[in-house]
């Protein structure tokens, strides 16, 4: 059996601001290997790559900062209002996505408890990918809410960003678990507490297994 095949692989998603980064930031504190899926999209159009290159060929200079990094908020005002231009922008960033998050699975210990945490799982039906799918969940409102307060987004811009990935119904459908991230940070801890026991009873079995 190869090494990879040991290898827990968790799908970890959510919605904008339902909390997903707090989850995989807990989750890594516990020893999980995170894939994380928008470093993984930064990393790809950085000042130099081919990926920038090919984001500003279709999208322009106006995507661009003045020291040649791009401007995600305004090529995300762009996108996010335009279905088709949002699809030639996944087309350019996602193949490159891919690619780099295998390169860092492929660099995880045989036994690792990997999660990948990637917000568009049930957009681009990825679920069966993992062995197991995580959903941060939280009440559209309260996205809305934190988007405005912690991120200073306007109610429209919150609500278009929401509105641009899949409804909450069509994420929770995919879910082997949820965490309910619709209260404080203190049950946010408990439940990944129980995830993470879980998740290490499973790769013990597998490894065990092999």
């Given at each position: 059996?190869?090494?990879?095949?040991?290898?827990?692989?968790?799908?970890?998603?959510?919605?904008?601001?339902?909390?997903?980064?707090?989850?995989s930031r807990r989750l890594a504190e516990r020893g999980a290997v995170i894939v994380d899926a928008d470093a993984a999209a930064r990393e790809v159009v950085?000042?130099?790559?081919?990926?920038?290159?090919?984001?500003?060929?279709?999208?322009?200079?106006?995507?661009?900062r003045p020291d040649g990094s791009l401007d995600r908020e305004r090529l995300g005002s762009i996108v996010f209002a335009d279905d088709e231009r949002r699809?030639?922008?996944?087309?350019?960033?996602?193949?490159?996505?891919?690619?780099?998050?295998?390169?860092?699975?492929?660099?995880?210990?045989?036994?690792?408890?990997?999660?990948?945490?990637?917000?568009?799982?049930?957009?681009?039906?990825?679920?069966?990918?993992?062995?197991?799918?995580?959903?941060?969940?939280?009440?559209?409102?309260?996205?809305?809410?934190?988007?405005?307060?912690?991120?200073?987004?306007?109610?429209?811009?919150?609500?278009?960003?929401?509105?641009?990935?899949?409804?909450?119904?069509?994420?929770?459908?995919?879910?082997?678990?949820?965490?309910?991230?619709?209260?404080?940070?203190?049950?946010?801890?408990?439940?990944?507490?129980?995830?993470?026991?879980?998740?290490?009873?499973?790769?013990?079995?597998?490894?065990?297994?092999?």
């Amino acid at each position: 059996m190869s090494t990879l095949a040991l290898v827990l692989s968790v799908g970890l998603t959510g919605g904008i601001g339902s909390g997903k980064s707090e989850a995989s930031r807990r989750l890594a504190e516990r020893g999980a290997v995170i894939v994380d899926a928008d470093a993984a999209a930064r990393e790809v159009v950085e000042p130099g790559t081919p990926g920038l290159a090919e984001v500003v060929a279709e999208f322009g200079g106006e995507v661009l900062r003045p020291d040649g990094s791009l401007d995600r908020e305004r090529l995300g005002s762009i996108v996010f209002a335009d279905d088709e231009r949002r699809a030639r922008l996944n087309a350019i960033v996602h193949p490159r996505v891919g690619e780099r998050m295998r390169e860092l699975v492929e660099q995880a210990p045989p036994d690792a408890i990997v999660v990948y945490d990637v917000p568009l799982i049930a957009e681009n039906d990825l679920a069966g990918m993992y062995d197991l799918v995580v959903v941060v969940d939280a009440p559209v409102e309260e996205q809305v809410r934190r988007l405005t307060e912690r991120r200073g987004m306007t109610e429209a811009d919150a609500r278009a960003r929401i509105a641009a990935q899949a409804t909450r119904e069509k994420r929770l459908a995919i879910a082997d678990r949820v965490i309910d991230n619709s209260g404080g940070l203190d049950r946010l801890a408990e439940q990944v507490d129980e995830l993470w026991t879980e998740l290490t009873r499973r790769a013990g079995v597998r490894v065990g297994e092999a």
